[in-house]
């Protein structure tokens, strides 16, 4: 995906500026809030922490706070481009701290290159945090730096830069070799790299089984061979006395090669001297020391693997660092050791074995996921690692014995786990990965000449989405282009009032007319509906000339829906369509319909949307748990609407007997599994968390999702439409350019579907 500098200028910059914020967890909107959150409440907390300093976990977030610091010495593939300049990567390390495993991070830019000042630096603010990520500092600066800090700070000091390369790729190489045949103990390893991750890898792998003599570590001279004066403590330590001197006499013969320097440095006739079976692992970035087309085609019986996420195995830090932290901070561990690490290392390698669940299947656009010589590793979206690895590394934290507050009830963890995370943005990465797999389908804008829509087609586009297609005039867009700084080079506009589209004006025509020539519609009347942008774009889709719709709301009195309906059709079995929001909060994943068409309910229609929707949220690989709502409770109100929601639930039940779904009930019981399993102990959805609200009427239901919005509770997708033949999705103009590229994502998925 090519990612442009004004691309990334605007993300970090708008809506407000950086990558996160600090959010309030009490209540704070009466004068008590604010007595119990400072003065004089606060003192009390204070007391007790004071009497007995273990208690700041408990009275304060100090057990679910990590620092990421830095003096951006050893930036990415920047380099040493001091700390300031380093804080982008910083903060957007606690996000990926904060969206995979629910911990708060503050980012924290030390401008400081001398070791004995920095360490003094990160002592002095430790005791506000639970745990310490250390980034991007360069060697050999970093080795003491972290032993000191592990030695001095009475809580878990990570330098992910060294460790977190050396826990994923060392998971990576235990699978590799159970694939291949080989004892981790015979093998031969080359290491082309002398930094922070190379020697922490090599010391990693040493500890899983590997020995020393079978190693060889490579720098930019050479080999590095004990004669070499001058050489560090690190590299002395993995020095060899043997008769080699380049990468290329180092890799004949040998079983593994682990590369973390420089692109290109390694040819195919080196990987084809290589022993039967060999592994791989090219980890420079962004470009690996061995292009991966040309390393497959050397040998067939080669394991490959990259730091890429557009290539099969990717060794991926994400896959470690949350999890380990999580784990390490939920135990109350005194440090990561080594022990923990390597508990890390079984626990990844151990899962990518198991079975790959649905969601993983779909987020990756692959059938079947299975351990081989492709997948060695977890895909990074695997929710499974969460409640793996940290449970992993904070039962090696108690087995050594540095777990001050070791977890006793398992299942409760796990559960906790689950519970932890923040806005669950996994479904909206998932979408966007299949969508970008799409073969880069054909998606109609249906006002090209507005800045939201114009803007969301042209991220879409440089996102790898799909191929945009513009409608409206084409002067008037690019000056509107113009304007806002948007390049369109290469996007289809299609003006469809003008001469030159007459001939298909008059196709489209000819095709509505045959269709609807029952409803009323004549040659005449379809040829006039062509002038309109939501008929012309909608025929588009129909005809085959585009793949999806995302249609506006600029039309010649019509509502959109009702074009809809005539030109798309209403899928089968069905007899009316709806629209479903996504919505992603702290709580989990809900799926709410209908959100935007019905405005008048019946009990077909009613049935319709609950069927429908049952099949969205399970195409969202997410099993619907479904609560009918209104204002009463399962017959506690004999108005006509209870009565019809009762009518339709009977219905669904004799219809579908699998199917989760009760009511008529008040929100709070659908939402309160407690409250409504002891008050209505009969219902069917007993025992279950709802993930999945269908309305009685389009007022609640739309008035849901917008309250929760504006209040800042969730995020949502939508409306996605449900129940129509192809893809036509339909968005306010004024929608933000965030929300109309995740329905254009969606709006792809739908087209793969149709296919």
């Known amino acids: 995906m090519k990612i442009t500098k004004e691309e990334a200028l605007d993300y970090h910059r708008c809506p407000r500026p950086g990558k996160t914020e600090v959010v309030p967890t009490k209540p704070y909107?009466?004068?008590t809030d604010l007595a119990l959150a400072y003065s004089p409440g606060v003192a009390y907390p204070c007391k007790e922490i004071e009497a007995h300093p273990s208690d700041v976990y408990e009275y304060t977030n100090k057990g679910n706070l990590v620092a990421?610091?830095?003096?951006?010495?050893?930036?990415?593939?920047?380099?040493?481009?001091?700390?300031?300049?380093?804080?982008?990567?910083?903060?957007?390390?606690?996000?990926?701290?904060?969206?995979?495993?629910?911990?708060?991070?503050?980012?924290?830019?030390?401008?400081q290159k001398d070791p004995e000042k920095f360490i003094e630096v990160v002592k002095a603010i430790a005791p506000t945090f639970g745990g310490i990520n250390l980034e991007d500092i360069k060697a050999p600066e970093c080795f003491e730096i972290e032993t000191r800090l592990k030695a001095e700070c009475n809580i878990p000091v990570m330098h992910d830069d060294q460790h977190g390369t050396a826990i994923i790729s060392g998971a990576g190489l235990l699978n590799a070799l159970e694939l291949q045949g080989k004892r981790i103990e015979d093998i031969k390893l080359v290491v082309n790299g002398a930094g922070a991750a190379a020697v922490s890898c090599t010391r990693l792998y040493i500890a899983l089984g590997v020995r020393p003599e079978n190693v060889v570590m490579c720098d930019s001279k050479g080999v590095i061979k004990t004669s070499r004066p001058g050489l560090s403590s690190q590299k002395l330590e993995f020095a060899t006395s043997r008769d080699i001197n380049t990468l290329a006499d180092a890799m004949v013969g040998a079983d593994v090669f682990l590369g973390l320097s420089v692109k290109d440095v390694v040819t195919q006739e080196m990987v084809m001297s290589m022993a039967p079976n060999p592994i791989v692992f090219a980890l420079a970035n962004p470009d690996p020391e061995i292009a991966y087309d040309v390393?497959?085609?050397?040998?067939?019986?080669?394991?490959?693997?990259?730091?890429?996420?557009?290539?099969?195995?990717?060794?991926?830090?994400?896959?470690?660092?949350?999890?380990?932290?999580?784990?390490?901070?939920?135990?109350?561990?005194?440090?990561?050791?080594?022990?923990?690490?390597?508990?890390?290392?079984?626990?990844?390698?151990?899962?990518t074995k198991e079975p790959v669940p649905s969601v993983v299947n779909a987020a990756y656009n692959m059938?079947?996921?299975?351990?081989?010589?492709?997948?060695?590793?977890?895909?990074?979206?695997?929710?499974?690692?969460?409640?793996?690895?940290?449970?992993?590394?904070?039962?090696?934290?108690?087995?050594?014995?540095?777990?001050?507050?070791?977890v006793t009830d398992w299942d409760a963890y796990a559960d906790k786990l689950r519970r932890l995370m923040?806005?669950?943005?996994?479904?909206?990465?998932?979408?966007?990965?299949?969508?970008?797999?799409?073969?880069?389908?054909?998606?109609?804008?249906?006002?090209?000449?507005?800045?939201?829509?114009?803007?969301?087609?042209?991220?879409?586009?440089?996102?790898?989405i799909c191929r945009p297609i513009l409608l409206g005039n084409e002067e008037m867009i690019q000056k509107r282009a113009d304007r806002?700084?948007?390049?369109?080079?290469?996007?289809?506009?299609?003006?469809?009032?003008?001469?030159?589209?007459?001939?298909?004006?008059?196709?489209?025509?000819?095709?509505?007319?045959?269709?609807?020539?029952?409803?009323?519609?004549?040659?005449a009347v379809a040829l006039e509906k062509m002038f309109d942008r939501n008929y012309f774009g909608m025929m588009m889709v129909e005809s085959g000339d585009a793949d999806a719709f995302i249609s506006g709301t600029y039309s010649s009195g019509i509502p959109n829906r009702e074009i809809a309906k005539e030109v798309i059709g209403i899928r089968e079995p069905y007899s009316t369509f709806a629209t479903m929001h996504i919505l992603n909060t702290k709580r989990g994943t809900y799926f709410l319909a209908d959100t935007a068409i019905n405005s008048q309910m019946t009990d077909e229609r009613?049935?319709?949307?609950?069927?429908?929707?049952?099949?969205?949220?399970?195409?969202?690989?997410?099993?619907?748990?479904?609560?009918?709502?209104?204002?009463?409770?399962?017959?506690?109100?004999?108005?006509?609407?209870?009565?019809?929601?009762?009518?339709?639930?009977?219905?669904?039940?004799?219809?579908?007997?699998?199917m989760t779904v009760d009511g008529e009930m008040q929100i709070?019981?659908?939402?309160?599994?407690?409250?409504?399993?002891?008050?209505?102990?009969?219902?069917?959805?007993?025992?279950?968390?709802?993930?999945?609200?269908?309305?009685?009427?389009?007022?609640?239901?739309?008035?849901?999702?917008?309250?929760?919005?504006?209040?800042?509770?969730?995020?949502?997708?939508?409306?996605?439409?449900?129940?129509?033949?192809?893809?036509?999705?339909?968005?306010?103009?004024?929608?933000?350019?965030?929300?109309?590229?995740?329905?254009?994502?969606?709006?792809?998925?739908?087209?793969?579907?149709?296919?």
């Open 29 to 31: 909107s009466s004068q």
């Open 68 to 111: 990421v610091i830095s003096n951006g010495t050893a930036v990415l593939g920047l380099g040493d481009i001091g700390a300031e300049a380093g804080k982008p990567v910083m903060e957007g390390k606690a996000l990926l701290f904060k969206i995979f495993a629910g911990l708060d991070c503050f980012d924290i830019e030390v401008d």
């Open 295 to 351: 390393a497959v085609a050397s040998r067939s019986d080669l394991i490959f693997a990259t730091g890429r996420s557009d290539y099969p195995n990717q060794i991926n830090n994400v896959l470690g660092f949350p999890y380990i932290f999580r784990g390490a901070l939920d135990c109350g561990a005194t440090e990561i050791n080594e022990l923990m690490k390597l508990a890390a290392v079984r626990a990844i390698a151990a899962l």
């Open 367 to 406: 059938a079947n996921i299975t351990f081989g010589k492709d997948y060695i590793l977890p895909k990074p979206l695997d929710p499974r690692l969460l409640t793996t690895v940290a449970p992993a590394v904070a039962r090696a934290a108690a087995e050594s014995g540095v777990a001050r507050r070791p």
């Open 422 to 464: 923040g806005f669950d943005n996994k479904m909206v990465r998932r979408i966007f990965e299949e969508a970008q797999k799409s073969n880069h389908k054909r998606v109609v804008f249906g006002e090209g000449n507005t800045d939201n829509m114009l803007r969301a087609a042209c991220n879409a586009e440089h996102e790898g």
């Open 484 to 523: 806002l700084g948007l390049d369109i080079s290469g996007i289809e506009i299609v003006n469809l009032r003008h001469d030159r589209e007459s001939a298909r004006r008059e196709r489209y025509a000819d095709m509505l007319a045959s269709k609807r020539c029952r409803a009323g519609i004549t040659k």
């Open 606 to 658: 009613l049935y319709d949307i609950a069927r429908l929707t049952r099949h969205s949220v399970e195409y969202f690989a997410h099993d619907p748990v479904m609560a009918m709502v209104s204002f009463s409770n399962f017959g506690s109100s004999h108005e006509p609407e209870g009565k019809m929601i009762s009518r339709v639930v009977e219905r669904l039940h004799n219809d579908f007997p699998d």
């Open 668 to 755: 709070q019981y659908a939402l309160n599994r407690e409250l409504r399993d002891s008050s209505y102990p009969f219902s069917r959805l007993a025992g279950r968390e709802v993930n999945t609200l269908v309305f009685p009427d389009l007022t609640a239901a739309n008035s849901a999702y917008r309250l929760l919005l504006e209040m800042g509770v969730a995020d949502a997708i939508g409306p996605v439409q449900i129940g129509l033949n192809k893809p036509v999705h339909f968005v306010n103009v004024d929608t933000p350019v965030r929300d109309i590229v995740n329905l254009t994502a969606i709006a792809v998925i739908d087209a793969q579907c149709n296919n």
